[in-house]
């Protein structure tokens, strides 16, 4: 397998100015791709650019992919990674937030893949990543809303991945447990108990931590990368374990590591 391998593609990244997005643009920067983001923020400096735009709004979306076509000369990658967060139950969000929420983490990738698919399909390694979530696949406590956002992008993944095989472009997304990123430092900050807070969600995972923005960065650039070649309509889980583990307690005398 090749260290670098997208020489000569070309990628968008929407929420590729902090997180998960800002680490997979760096990524596949390092690896040789030019790559621009497409965000509410402004991105950090070169070798990235950073194009304003917010993917609930259809015409800033459009307006903003083919700016950031003209910049690269085309499009091999699309990176649908832009989202939100909601807590609570069912009973915790109005319509209003159910809407808001489905508008950003589900509508937010149509439109951006509606807008990027004509420059996709002139491409001769074409692959879309979509951002899930553990949260699609295992019941997680206070997160209704936003557990269907992601469940959607799973379903709406795998739909994709068939509607465009015949058409060269592969669809996967990558479903990371909670990851260690500017978003969790938010939540942290307004929990009671940071530090307790902190220590519940990285049990949580089998591995007894948290994954790292750069760890969902090298799955998304797997999955868009020519070494990907054979794989659509996947999710990768990247989670500690989580999704699919069930371990026993450890021994009470075995120190965690
Ligand atoms: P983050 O808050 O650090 O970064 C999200 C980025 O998306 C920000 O730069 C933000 O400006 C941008 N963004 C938000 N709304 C936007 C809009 N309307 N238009 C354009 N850009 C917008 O969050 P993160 O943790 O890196 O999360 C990135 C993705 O990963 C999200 O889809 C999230 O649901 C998913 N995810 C995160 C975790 C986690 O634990 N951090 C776990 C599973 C999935």
Not at 30 to 54: F, M, Y
Not at 115 to 120: R, T
Not at 178 to 195: F, G, K, N, S, V
Request: aromatic share 2%.
């Amino acid at each position: 397998m090749s260290t670098r391998g997208f020489e000569g593609l070309r990628a968008v990244v929407t929420g590729g100015a902090s997180g998960i997005g800002l680490a997979t643009a760096r990524l596949l920067a390092d690896r040789g791709a030019d790559v621009v983001s497409l965000d509410l923020q402004e991105t950090a400096g070169p070798p990235l650019t950073g194009v304003l735009a917010d993917v609930s709004d259809d015409e800033s979306v459009r307006a903003g992919v083919a700016k950031a076509v003209d910049r690269l000369g085309g499009l091999d990658i699309l990176v649908n990674n832009a989202g939100i967060g909601a807590q609570g139950t069912v009973e915790d969000n109005d319509d209003a937030e159910w809407h808001r929420v489905f508008d950003v983490n589900v509508v937010g990738m149509v439109r951006v893949s509606r807008a990027a698919l004509p420059y996709l399909r002139r491409s001769r390694h074409a692959a879309i990543v979509n951002t899930c979530s553990i949260a699609a696949t295992a019941g997680l406590p206070q997160r209704a809303l936003y557990s269907a956002t992601k469940g959607a992008v799973l379903a709406l993944t795998r739909a994709m991945a068939a509607d465009h095989l015949r058409e060269g472009i592969r669809v996967c997304c990558v479903n990371p447990g909670t990851a260690h990123t500017p978003w969790i430092d938010r939540l942290l900050a307004a929990a009671e108990d940071p530090e307790a807070e902190l220590a519940a969600l990285a049990a949580r995972q089998p591995t007894g931590r948290l994954v790292t923005a750069e760890e969902v960065a090298a799955a998304i650039c797997y999955l868009a990368g020519p070494d990907a070649g054979a794989t659509t309509g996947t999710d990768l889980a990247v989670d500690g374990g989580m999704a699919g583990l069930r371990l026993r307690p450890p021994p009470l005398n075995e120190e965690r590591s």
